[in-house]
């Protein structure tokens, strides 16, 4: 089976994101600027509503607030940003052009099937990540269900799926999310605290002035936020080739040694590609099926 390594998959992340950059630029405004900015609304809003009155603590009151507020952007926005992203790398598999309203509309009719799983594998991880473990261990086994959500509209249980075809390749996937945690972990540490009390953290001659503060701070969390959506559109972009990899043929293999991805004629192989994933490799048949149909492979078969 070909495999795309770390880098080769970053490397395709990252020509896909300059390729389509308005598109990822508005995706990323949305899913994290916006969803930032909706996330620290609702915060501020439930200090006021219900620290005062009930004598708890301002910070707790926040960050619970804070917490059920992304959950609700990220299941609901961010599992719509998620498909339109996947559009653009079936664009790439397909060798077609992209454009914002196909990405939107691509995203669009998936939006059923992908909030519910995108939902629940986020709300896993989230809940897993109160004692940090579980959460990268979920992490780890919901790592396709974006994909497997986006492409596979046969698939019942996109978690239970994702779950399966993660067993063999969480090494790999382990190594991305460490790659991108270089982000995450000052994201979701000290600069967050940071940004909404930057006084607090600079030195006594680095003082901003309420006025300063009165109007960069609105716009220091949804910035910082955009950036952690970009960050997001380059994780689904690997996590994406990651899935794909399963039902590629080798570019020896004959007529009978792999399972297609499809019962569709065989695709046309990936051009321009980087990966490692040998000349003359097959992408699935991304061309025909509007909903891209995979056939489901048994996790533990040969054919994965």
């Known amino acids: 089976m070909p495999r795309t390594g770390l880098f080769a998959a970053l490397g ?7 390729q389509n950059l308005f598109t990822v630029l508005v995706l990323a405004l949305v899913a994290g600027g916006l969803g930032t900015a909706f996330s620290d609304f609702m915060a501020g809003l439930a200090v006021k509503l219900v620290a005062p009155e ?20 990220g ?9 339109c992203t996947l559009y653009l790398w079936v664009q790439r598999e397909r060798g077609q052009a992209t454009s914002f309203y196909d990405a939107l509309n691509f995203g669009l009719n998936r939006w059923g099937r992908m909030w519910k799983a995108h939902g629940r594998a986020l709300l896993a991880v989230q809940l897993g990540m109160l004692v940090i473990v579980p959460g ?29 075809l993660t067993a063999r390749r969480r090494g790999l996937i382990f190594s991305t999310f460490a790659v991108f945690s270089l982000w995450w972990i000052p994201y979701q540490g000290l600069l967050m605290f940071m940004l ?7 030195g006594a001659k680095l003082q901003l002035s309420p006025e300063t503060i009165t109007w960069v701070g ?41 399972t297609a991805p499809s019962a569709t004629p065989p695709p046309t192989p990936v051009e321009g590609t980087v990966g490692e994933t040998g000349a003359g490799a097959d992408s699935p048949d991304l061309a025909k099926s509007d909903a891209v149909d995979l056939k489901k492979t048994d996790t533990h078969g040969d054919s994965v």
């Open 54 to 73: 009930r004598g708890r603590p301002e910070l707790l009151v926040s960050e619970l607030t804070r917490t059920a507020a992304d959950l609700g952007w």
């Open 75 to 83: 299941a609901t926005v961010g599992a719509l940003t998620a498909a």
């Open 136 to 164: 990268i261990l979920f992490g780890l086994q919901y790592a396709f269900v974006d994909a497997i959500a986006t492409l596979d509209a046969k698939e019942a249980n996109p978690g239970e799926r994702s779950r399966k």
């Open 218 to 258: 609105p716009l220091l969390m949804p910035a910082t936020g955009v950036v952690n959506g970009l960050v997001l559109v380059l994780l689904d972009l690997c996590m994406v080739q990651y899935y794909l990899d399963l039902f590629r043929k080798p570019a020896n293999a004959g007529a009978e040694g792999a």
């Open 196 to 202: 909404q009390d930057p006084n607090a953290f600079l």
């Open 12 to 18: 395709n992340a990252f020509q896909v994101v300059f």
